[in-house]
């Protein structure tokens, strides 16, 4: 609790600039331009929004109103001259049909170097659907583009959005401070390829909270240098659930620490809450992450720790995984498992998993206890343990 006290001290003053009473200005991209017709290419008039509003010296708002804005790839560049930009977005802004307009962008929407934003409300609609179509054929495809990407930025909050059928990852925290996301929806086809949810890396103290995500890829994925990470309140269906990882992709790389985990629901997913690492030499590190208050409905693998992951056995050199993993709690776990084995720890044998507790875990498998495998995992279990701790 004291890592959540301290981010709500860090917030508050923070949001307070948002008052309305604190606003000065707004800027209307109808005002300058844009058309709510789904067709017409208003990314000049948002360009045009977020020029005025960063460049006030004065805190300072942009307002989308109802309708169907039609966007190529945008970057709003910071920094500012002020630190309090209100962004309210009452319409849809919806990428181009064709994917490779913005596909081999890496973000139709890129907010870079800003402090002090709010986005508010607002349905982020990708058209990602042929993208996933041509990486489901023979085709050569672009990579795809991020639908909102937050990068090297600090007090920024997302509030109330929607992200529809994202071409590849729907929200990118990337080498940000104090960031905060909140009652965030995310819907997209359960087949869909590479479509995160949310996916954090190289940040710290960022909150998730209240959200509803439904994807064909993780939920939540946690990249390196990840510190101070509060999740709470998710619910997660379809996707491969909560992933810290994939780690060890370089031999040098920044550790994974502080990660709180809680009240969170996963749904028919393929993963609950796992931590994956390439087999492959690393000096990275997964240390203090707690897993709480999980209800697990028949989803495929419950709890997983993979040190030896290899998707498509490519450029897995069959060599033990170097990232030491430690102080990891599952703690009140409890639900169904879609498969006999709920528990699986594949730790590295020449890094053996460490300080491993399990605290009232409770999942079963057709009304029966579920079972557990574990390698190379040390640690304890304590109260009531279904499946039967093989720690």
């Given at each position: 609790m004291s890592i959540l006290r301290g981010f709500l001290l860090l917030f508050f003053p923070f949001m307070f600039l948002y008052s309305s009473s604190a606003i000065a200005f707004?800027?209307?991209?109808?005002?300058?331009?844009?058309?709510?017709?789904?067709?017409?290419?208003?990314?000049?008039?948002?360009?045009t929004a977020w020029a005025n509003a960063c460049g006030s010296t004065r805190p300072t708002s942009i307002y989308v109103p109802p309708g169907r804005y039609y966007l190529r790839?945008?970057?709003?560049n910071g920094p500012c001259?002020?630190?309090?930009?209100?962004?309210?977005?009452?319409?849809?802004?919806?990428?181009?049909?064709?994917?490779?307009?913005?596909?081999?962008?890496?973000a139709w929407i890129l907010f870079r170097g800003v402090d002090g934003v709010t986005i508010s409300g607002g349905v982020f609609d990708?058209?990602?659907?042929?993208?996933?179509?041509?990486?489901?054929?023979?085709?050569?495809?672009?990579?795809?583009?991020?639908?909102?990407?937050?990068?090297?930025?600090?007090?920024?909050?997302?509030?109330?959005?929607?992200?529809?059928?994202?071409?590849?990852?729907?929200?990118?925290?990337n080498g940000c401070q104090n960031i905060k996301i909140k009652g965030l929806k995310v819907l997209a086809l359960g087949n869909s390829p590479n479509t995160d949810g949310i996916h954090v890396q190289l940040s710290s103290d960022v909150i998730i909270l209240n959200s509803k995500i439904g994807t064909g890829d993780d939920c939540i994925s946690i990249g390196p240098g990840t510190s101070n990470l509060w999740i709470e309140n998710i619910v997660c269906g379809p996707g491969h659930g909560i992933s810290i990882g994939s780690l060890a992709k370089d031999?040098?790389?920044?550790?994974?620490?502080?990660?709180?985990?809680?009240?969170?629901?996963?749904?028919?997913?393929?993963?609950?809450?796992?931590?994956?690492a390439w087999g492959r030499p690393s000096n990275g590190f997964v240390k203090n992450i707690l897993f709480q208050h999980i209800v697990m409905d028949n989803v495929q693998n419950p709890i997983v720790i993979d040190q030896n992951y290899c998707p498509n056995h490519k450029g897995c050199p069959g060599q033990a995984s170097g990232v030491k993993i430690s102080d990891v709690t599952y703690q009140d776990i409890h639900g169904t498992s879609a498969t006999q084995i709920a528990v699986k720890f594949d730790c590295s044998p020449t890094n053996p998993c460490s300080g491993i507790k399990m605290e009232d875990v409770n999942l079963s498998y057709k009304d029966q206890i579920a079972g557990a495998t574990c390698s190379h995992a040390g640690g304890t279990a304590t109260g009531r343990v279904e499946p039967g701790s093989c720690l």
């Open positions: 707004s800027n209307n991209v109808v005002s300058l331009g844009a058309k709510p017709d789904g067709k017409s290419d208003s990314t000049k008039a948002f360009e790839s945008v970057t709003f001259k002020n630190n309090a930009i209100f962004i309210r977005i009452d319409g849809t802004l919806v990428a181009p049909s064709d994917y490779r307009v913005i596909g081999n962008s890496a990708g058209k990602g659907s042929g993208l996933w179509a041509c990486k489901n054929s023979t085709k050569t495809c672009p990579s795809g583009a991020t639908t909102i990407e937050i990068s090297h930025s600090k007090n920024v909050v997302l509030s109330a959005l929607t992200s529809l059928n994202s071409q590849m990852f729907h929200i990118v925290v031999l040098e790389e920044a550790g994974v620490q502080n990660v709180t985990v809680k009240k969170t629901l996963f749904s028919r997913t393929q993963n609950g809450v796992r931590i994956k």
